[in-house]
């Protein structure tokens, strides 16, 4: 951590990111499974995929506009106005009951969650040393993960199967205080790279121009379609089909999570040493695919059985994920704030995306084939990432 006065080295500050991440998203996983559940107490199910699919576009536009804001403000002082706005907007949604207003503070949360992860990742591209990105990326992610391993189950006893949505809220409100208070301490004398000014046309022609970044750029979108189709609807069909309680649902998330922590580090210092991410890539899609098809054949009702199932589901997931994050940031610079926010607005598309597969899916077959759907959509990445070169 920093202290004042001196700096300290960057082996320690990837250590202080990673930390600092862990908080980040254990403020934002902690209520993120029971997100829809929560909606839908005040909104049908028609309504809840457009506040989703309007939360993507504030943050989708909220990419848009960070570039400049970065510029004009510099990341250390915007990643604090962030946190306080975020700490108002989560205020909000502990106390307000107008569904008007609970619908605007989710969507502008939605937003600034995203905003957060984009500065982070700015500190944290700043402090890594070029030979290191595959395992400097492997421990972050791992840890950002940790939090989704421990989160589901933190957000289960706090319903403690009610419905009582609204303390996993009050949950991430508190997490938020010691996120302020770490970025605030830490990152005082940061120094900001030279940012490109890019338009969004010549920030369009800049990563087109570049076609292994097209191409996982649409491996991205392909992987965070499934991660919001899971988010959202996984926990209802686990809910009100299988007629799973919160506690249970919360044991096979848990268990579900585990290869992100597990594997993902491991695999990024194997990229370090000459490993090639296309590989790991393949074979990661691959096993995503193929997992994710057979969930429709499961009619049991074990929590073994739906757990184990969702493990391996993960772990094609979790490789796939670790090598698009490596390869990338082994390709950007950190002055190249537009480009990595172009990299992350492919997580808010997914939003608008994941809804239209359950539309248009439940007009040929039915809820649990849905699996088979996105286990298909998901097979499509093997596309883009067979044709992408590796870096080393």
Known sequence: MSYRGRTLPKSHMVYTIAIIGFIYTLHLVIPMYSNSSFLSLFADEQTLGFIYMAGSAMTILGFLIAPPLIRRFGNYKLTIWLVIIQIALFYGLVTVNDSRWIAILFILQSAVISLIGLALDIFLEVYTDGHSVGTVRG????????????????????????????????????????????????????????????????????VSHNHSWVRLFFANIVLQVFYAWMTVYSPIYLHQTMGFGWEQIGIILVVMLLPFPLVQYPLGRLADRGYGEKLIMTSGFTMLGLTTICLTFITSHSVIVWAAAMFLTRVGAAAAEIMMETYFFKTVSPRDAAALGMFRITRPVSYFIAPLITGFGLLFTTDVNLFAVIGVFSLLALFPVLTIKDVN
């Open 139 to 206: 421990l972050y992610t791992a840890t950002l993960n940790a939090s989704w391993v421990v989160a589901p189950l933190i957000g289960s006893l706090l319903i403690n199967g009610t419905n009582n949505y609204r303390n996993t809220y009050v949950a991430g409100l508190a997490m938020l205080f010691p996120l302020l208070y770490l970025i605030y301490r830490n990152f005082p004398r940061f120094k900001d790279p030279n940012y490109t000014h890019l338009s969004p046309w010549q920030l369009t022609k800049h």
